[in-house]
């Protein structure tokens, strides 16, 4: 990615996070932002939603995202009109890393949390079933803001393409509004986490909670963030660019300590869940071999398992789907370790492993992640020098450390 790319998605991105929260909550949709500047294409369901707004405009808008919020109210029918309210809430997607974050979270509270995964929307009816009556009074607050907001677009934006994702936004932040709201009229003291920056946190601090923004992966450029009052962060890069959007920001960070690892001669390779090239990842467990390392390959939970099956069979090559991903870096402590571009490759530099990337290209990240790791095959000549020598490998190591602090 360039740096003039890098620009136009910040100079969208600033602009929209300079928005009234709910503005900023309906138009800061980071899909538009990296379909517009990016270039990547809009799902199946939106392409069918897209070409009946194209034929009913606004009125169809309004329409559609009403029958959307009333499916919304409707799937809670059978839930009690009135729950135990809870102490503390952790709104998250159940990734991986944010096991950790909510056990820190319980450490630090000394008491439990409802976890809520925010891809169901049923999860948050946390005070009980919301009424319908509830749900109607914030669309219909929503409605002539989402209507202005289609007309006066983004520059970048394309205005059908913003009208369909307006109408399927405008129900579900209605939705997430009213029932944070009844959350907060029962007892406002309530904590909010979030592992995201999604409707779910935009909707409870446009309500009036503090909510904590607690990162689980790497900042990508194209987040609008609402109005965070904390912010856990991963690395101080991550948290200033934080800070210097949202004014105010209280910013804490992880604590950056690397582990002194044995001089193991094993590579370790992480899987994503998205689909991979194989090729170049063939190309380095047999380079690792050559130098004498065992390669051993934690999948994905949520990955394609049918791309390492055809390496099951080869002589030095191990694959290990036991305990989570901090065991997994314990039983084997590798002198290297290899994925794209999560935050595998930051885990991987502070348990002691020399990270390798395998992407081509730099993605739109905040945190500059080429600097703490090598890259495969670009850096081929280097990795071998690191597998040859051990102080080498050590020196590289402290210098990718030194990014952190």
């Known amino acids: 990615m360039t740096a003039s790319v890098d620009a136009k998605i910040d100079r969208v991105a600033q602009t929209l996070q300079s928005l009234p929260p709910v503005a900023r909550a309906l138009l800061g949709r980071e899909q538009l932002i990296m379909g517009r500047v990016l270039g990547r294409e809009i799902g199946p369901r939106e392409h069918r939603l897209m070409g009946l707004l194209s034929w009913t405009g606004q009125p169809g808008m309004l329409l559609i995202s009403l029958l959307l ?3 919304r109210v409707w799937a809670q029918r059978r839930l009690p009109r009135r729950l135990p309210l809870p102490q503390a809430l952790f709104i998250g997607i159940n990734a991986l890393h944010e096991i950790d974050l909510r056990q820190d979270l319980r450490d630090r509270l000394g008491h439990d949390h409802v976890f809520v995964d925010e891809r169901q929307m049923d ?4 005070a009980g079933r919301l009424r319908l009556g509830s749900a109607l009074k914030e669309w219909a607050r929503l409605a002539p803001l989402t209507l202005k907001c289609s007309r006066d677009t983004v520059e ?4 059908l393409e913003l009208r369909t994702s307006l109408t399927m936004r405008l129900p579900d932040l209605a939705h997430l509004i009213a029932q944070f709201r009844e959350l907060y009229a029962a007892d406002r003291e309530i904590l909010i986490a979030c592992s995201t920056a999604d409707l779910a946190a ?4 446009i309500v009036g909670f503090q909510a904590e923004y607690h990162q ?6 194209t987040l609008v963030f609402p109005n965070f009052a904390t912010m856990i962060a991963l690395t101080k890069v991550e948290g200033a660019h934080l800070a210097s959007r949202v004014p105010g920001l209280r910013v804490h960070c992880l604590p950056v300590e690397i582990k002194e690892c044995p001089n193991v001669r094993i590579l370790a390779l992480a899987g994503i869940y998205l689909k991979i090239d194989i090729t170049p990842v063939i190309a380095l467990i047999r380079f690792a071999l050559a130098q004498n390392y065992k390669v051993v390959i934690r999948p994905h939970p949520q990955g394609e398992d049918a791309v390492w099956q055809d390496l099951t069979g ?3 090559v191990v694959i290990d789907t036991d305990g989570g991903f901090d065991d997994f870096l314990t039983k084997w402590q590798p002198s290297f370790l290899v994925t794209w571009f999560s935050t595998t490759l930051l885990d991987g530099l502070l348990a002691g492993a020399l990270p390798v990337t395998l992407s081509t290209g730099r993605p739109n990240l905040v945190f500059p992640f080429d600097q703490i790791c090598m890259s495969w095959p670009h850096d081929r ?4 020098q690191c597998m040859a020598d051990e102080t080498n490998r050590l020196n590289v190591l402290k210098s990718f450390s030194k990014v952190l602090s």
Do not use: P, Q
Not at 202 to 205: D, G, I, K, T
């Open 216 to 221: 689980h992966g790497f900042l990508t450029r």
């Open 314 to 316: 080869m002589d030095g």
């Open 202 to 205: 935009h909707a409870a601090s």
């Open 156 to 159: 970048e934006y394309d205005t």
């Open 123 to 126: 999860h948050f009816a946390l």
């Open 381 to 384: 000549l280097e990795l071998e």
């Open 69 to 71: 919020l009333l499916r």
